[in-house]
């Protein structure tokens, strides 16, 4: 089993649908969470962080629920511009230190 | 401010063929990561490094070595390229327990 999964979709929504995006994570001692959007043969960016009680960033609400080990990214209001890959990262113990593992990314396509 | 900066940005490498890529960042950052991602897959942590003068094998060090003999520098080196090694390569850098990372804008290596 993979650390991180994702699903890889694609998903291709219309303008103005809502999506949401789910990621598993195997190690319950993860201590922070993330998503990055990546798009196409540019740099991962960091989208927004995920906090425990759930947070908001405009039409980006990211949630987390350790009880299941999985964060979510729900995008509302879609918009062409949102096309791209989402990034799920999970940051917690591991050998040495502190882990960093990159989900291998969900795809979007918001079509008009 | 550039923030991280990744040359070249593309390469053809036949096997066997050395080289080195270089990450620069201006933002004074203690911790740089070297990552690669293939399709399909995660970014995956070749080696990083937590300050000058330190570097530490990740996911997947086989291959490669590193050095950082600058704060602001941290070379990878490919010793024997092989086919195996054709991928996207991206630099990353944050200010130590901080978040997010910084990354460059990738290398596009193919070793034929």
């Known amino acids: 089993r993979k650390e991180v999964e994702q699903d890889p979709g694609p998903f291709n929504v219309p303008e103005g649908a809502t999506v949401a995006f789910n990621c598993t994570y195997s190690?319950?001692?993860?201590?922070?969470f993330f998503w990055y959007r990546q798009d196409c043969r540019k740099e991962p960016k960091l989208l927004m962080s995920?906090?425990?009680s759930g947070n908001e960033d405009g039409r980006f609400t990211a949630q987390l629920n350790r009880a299941s080990q999985y964060i979510s990214l729900l995008i509302r209001d879609s918009k062409l511009s949102d096309s791209a890959t989402y990034l799920c990262?999970?940051?917690?113990?591991?050998?040495?230190?502190?882990?960093?593992?990159f989900g291998a990314g969900t795809r979007l396509f918001v079509k008009a | 401010n550039a923030g991280v900066t990744q040359t070249p940005k593309f390469r053809v490498l036949k096997t066997g063929q050395s080289m080195t890529l270089l990450c620069a960042q201006d933002m004074n950052h203690e911790y740089m990561y070297w990552y690669r991602q293939d399709p399909g897959m995660g970014l995956r942590l070749i080696h990083y490094s937590v300050g000058e003068g330190t570097t530490a094998k990740g996911e997947v060090p086989d291959g490669y070595n590193v050095s950082r003999l600058k704060k602001q520098n941290f070379l990878l080196g490919l010793e024997s390229a092989a086919p195996s090694q054709t991928s996207v390569y991206f630099c990353?850098?944050?200010?130590?327990?901080?978040?997010?990372?910084?990354f460059g804008d990738g290398t596009r290596l193919s070793i034929l």
């Open positions: 990353a850098s944050k200010d130590g327990a901080q978040w997010p990372q910084h």
């Open positions: 990262v999970v940051n917690g113990p591991g050998t040495g230190g502190f882990k960093t593992i």
């Open positions: 190690n319950s001692a993860s201590q922070s």
């Open positions: 995920v906090y425990s």
